[in-house]
């Protein structure tokens, strides 16, 4: 009876893990679209996504630009040049 009783509230947690996936899912969602639309609003071309990262073509003067300006801005978002 105890087995069971384990696994009925394993199950019940598994389930609220999928409605916070969901939501972290369409929060993530919002600040992805929002961010590209930022990095759009400074003459950026973002590809699009349906990923936890944004793609974004760079000129190289633009790069150079960004990449030292990035720290100075209090941007929390996190950015890797590759």
């Given at each position: 009876?105890?087995?069971?009783?384990?696994?009925?509230?394993?199950?019940?947690?598994?389930?609220?893990?999928?409605?916070?996936?969901?939501?972290?899912?369409?929060?993530?969602?919002?600040?992805?679209?929002?961010?590209?639309?930022?990095?759009?609003?400074?003459?950026?071309?973002v590809l699009p996504s349906?990923?936890?990262?944004?793609?974004?073509?760079?000129?190289?003067?633009?790069?150079?630009?960004y990449k030292a300006g990035?720290?100075?801005?209090?941007?929390?978002?996190?950015?890797?040049?590759?």
């Open positions: 009876m105890v087995g069971i009783k384990v696994a009925l509230e394993a199950g019940r947690t598994a389930l609220d893990e999928d409605e916070f996936g969901a939501e972290s899912c369409r929060v993530n969602a919002i600040a992805r679209e929002e961010f590209a639309s930022a990095l759009r609003g400074i003459g950026l071309e349906a990923a936890n990262f944004l793609l974004a073509k760079l000129l190289t003067v633009q790069a150079e630009i990035w720290n100075q801005n209090g941007s929390d978002q996190k950015v890797r040049f590759i």
